[in-house]
């Protein structure tokens, strides 16, 4: 059974896992936490953690995934968090992308840098890596 949690791509891993017919055997549910009060009050993520590194860093992607696998009935939970642009956000470019998978063995994290391409396809490569990654993980 599957959870998201995302930040930068609003909703869209959950989007695209619920586009497959049947989908409701495996996906529980998705939470879409933008705001840093969403993140705090929905998915328990410290607010001094949010103070210190930020929404997009990697405790708060990986609070983020435990917080959707403790609050849901899923064995596996996902978390995206980054900076979809355009342009930069403080010191963090545009296209920097925090994953972070949940599961009762633990939390991964994983950054990875689209860079510079603009915010639609920063969102759609965001998407498309957290589910190879759930694939990946789903598969072995």
């Known amino acids: 059974m599957l959870a998201t949690a995302e930040s930068c791509t609003g909703g869209m891993i959950a989007a695209s896992l619920t586009d497959v017919a049947g989908s409701s055997a495996v996906f529980d549910r998705g939470f879409v936490t933008y705001s840093y009060p969403s993140k705090i009050e929905t998915l328990n ?3 001094e953690m949010l103070a ?3 929404a997009v ?3 708060v992607a990986r609070q983020m995934a435990f917080g959707a696998l403790s609050t849901s009935n899923a064995d596996l939970a996902i978390a995206v968090t980054g ?3 355009p342009g930069a956000d403080g010191d963090k470019a545009e296209g920097l ?3 972070a998978l949940a599961s009762a063995r633990g939390v991964e ?3 990875v840098n689209f860079g510079a391409i603009g915010r639609d ?3 759609m ?3 498309e890596t957290a589910l190879n990654w759930l694939s990946d993980k789903i598969s072995g």
Do not use: C, I, L, N
């Open 97 to 99: 992308v925090w994953f």
């Open 45 to 47: 993520v410290s607010e």
């Open 109 to 111: 994290a994983r950054e």
């Open 125 to 127: 490569a965001t998407v």
């Open 57 to 59: 860093s990697e405790p």
């Open 52 to 54: 210190e590194y930020g």
């Open 83 to 85: 900076v979809a642009g």
């Open 121 to 123: 396809k920063v969102r």
